[in-house]
């Protein structure tokens, strides 16, 4: 079946360190997307990847594409406590429907 | 200017009840959604419809009823509650399908039944 898998569940960060998040899926994709969604809040749309190999920047979230369009990443450089919440993966398989990864909760320790 | 707004913001009620969730966007979207996000964080889509007609029906009750009077606004009635639907409910719109158009999200209707 289509599976992702978005690991890791849980991240604590000093301030400062980086953070970096995961997600794999058992086939392969058309694109992938990546939402925030802070504490309280809703889920807000960051990115989309299409191609393979694709990388994105933006500030200090790079967003990577694997080759096979299996997997991607979400990598944020000198982590802020602006960046406190919840990432998700949003892959889709090509069947009209947005399904989310399980998500990335990070803190950040001041 | 809210783009993805919906009612009522939180809604406590007992089981057995029925309740209706409220959502409209102005943002001209063709396509709009719900998504039911549990105590865990899990996002799992519900509904989907494009121009008022139904296009995605996951594996959810038939007390829960979809409506979408008009390609703005997408209402959720659930009926006969349980303590299992405790959840927050996201209404969220696109343009076009989602094979390539980002997610507006609402902020969420959270769902309490005792």
């Known amino acids: 079946g289509q599976q992702v898998m978005q690991i890791p569940q849980y991240q604590h960060v000093q301030e400062g360190e980086d953070f970096t998040t995961y997600c794999n899926s058992s086939?392969?994709?058309?694109?992938i997307q990546w939402y925030k969604q802070r504490p309280g809040g809703h889920p807000v749309f960051l990115i989309q990847?299409?191609?393979?190999?694709e990388v994105k920047k933006q500030k200090r979230l790079t967003f990577q594409f694997g080759e096979a369009k299996k997997n991607s990443s979400l990598h944020i450089t000198a982590t802020q406590t602006t960046d406190v919440g919840t990432y998700f993966c949003?892959?889709?398989?090509?069947?009209?429907?947005?399904?989310f990864g399980t998500g990335t909760r990070l803190t950040i320790i001041p | 200017d809210t783009a993805v707004s919906q009612t009522p913001k939180y809604l406590v009620t007992q089981m057995g009840n029925d309740k209706s969730i409220k959502c409209e966007q102005n943002?001209?979207?063709?396509?709009m959604y719900w998504y039911k996000q549990d105590s865990k964080k899990f996002l799992k889509i519900m509904f989907s419809?494009?121009?008022?007609?139904?296009?995605i029906n996951e594996t959810v009750p038939n007390r829960f009823s979809p409506k979408s009077p008009d390609k703005a606004h997408l209402n959720l009635h659930i009926n006969s509650l349980e303590l299992g639907d405790s959840a927050v409910y996201f209404c969220?719109?696109?343009?076009?399908?989602?094979?390539?158009?980002?997610?507006?999200f609402g902020n969420g209707t959270r769902l309490t039944v005792t």
């Open positions: 969220a719109s696109s343009q076009g399908d989602l094979t390539n158009s980002p997610l507006h």
């Open positions: 086939t392969t994709l058309s694109n």
């Open positions: 990847l299409v191609k393979s190999g």
């Open positions: 949003a892959p889709n398989f090509g069947n009209e429907k947005l399904t």
């Open positions: 943002l001209g979207h063709d396509t």
């Open positions: 419809y494009n121009n008022k007609e139904l296009i």
